[in-house]
T-cell receptor, first 111, second 114 residues
Framework: KNEVEQSPQNLTAQEGEFITINCSYS?????LHWLQQHPGGGIVSLFM???GKKKHGRLIATINIQEKHSSLHITASHPRDSAVYIC?????????????FGKGTKLSVKP | DTGVSQDPRHKITKRGQNVTFRCDPI?????LYWYRQTLGQGPEFLTY????????KSRLLSDRFSAERPKGSFSTLEIQRTEQGDSAMYLC????????????FGDGTRLSIL
């Protein structure tokens, strides 16, 4: 079992739909990261969470530390949101900064 | 902030050859990370530096792999005697040392072994 699991692996949505991507982790963390990767490889950091909820534009990230679960929501989805969304767990102490990545969720938003 | 840059963007080489990749982090960032990503998978941690010190290496990093950051600025990742399984995207990221700092990623170097 991977230490960081994402679901779904693939997601197709119609423009305007509300999207949820889930991430579960089994390790202790100092932070949970959500990243966006476009074709060609470039990775952009979207959120870094240690508790609660963060919002940036149409993106919302939440985390439940007790349940070791995080979600990324996209409201009013748009074709330009099409990308791979990756969650990553950051450990404590000596492991701080070292990210354990999920396999990613490939999102395709159709116009 | 000019971002993290990696060179080259693509590298095609024959099995058995040595390759070297370069990463230039954001100038104020003390930490520099190397990751490897194969098709359809999330990135995997390889190693990281704080300034010039290499603080951790993954078990994925065999003896054929070596990374340096001699002056605490740019870093190089060398793979000796490349194998088919080394074909992957090699990603570099940098961050501040302080707790809970986001990592800034380069666009990666895609390595293809013929």
């Amino acid at each position: 079992k991977n230490e960081v699991e994402q679901s779904p692996q693939n997601l197709t949505a119609q423009e305007g739909e509300f999207i949820t991507i889930n991430c579960s982790y089994s390790v202790g963390i100092s932070a949970l990261h959500w990243l966006q990767q476009h074709p060609g490889g470039g990775i952009v950091s979207l959120f870094m969470l240690s508790s609660g909820k963060k919002k940036h534009g149409r993106l919302i990230a939440t985390i439940n530390i007790q349940e070791k679960h995080s979600s990324l929501h996209i409201t009013a989805s748009h074709p330009r949101d099409s990308a791979v969304y990756i969650c990553a767990a950051e450990g404590y102490g000596g492991s701080q900064g070292n990210l354990i990545f999920g396999k990613g969720t490939k999102l395709s938003v159709k116009p | 902030d000019t971002g993290v840059s990696q060179d080259p963007r693509h590298k095609i080489t024959k099995r058995g050859q040595n390759v070297t990749f370069r990463c230039d982090p954001i100038s104020e960032h003390n930490r520099l990370y190397w990751y490897r990503q194969t098709l359809g998978q999330g990135p995997e941690f390889l190693t990281y530096f704080q300034n010039e010190a290499q603080l951790e290496k993954s078990r994925l990093l065999s003896d054929r792999f070596s990374a340096e950051r001699p002056k605490g600025s740019f870093s190089t990742l060398e793979i000796q005697r490349t194998e088919q399984g080394d074909s992957a995207m090699y990603l570099c990221a940098s961050s501040y040392t302080d707790e809970l700092q986001p990592q800034h990623f380069g666009d990666g170097t895609r390595l293809s072994i013929l």
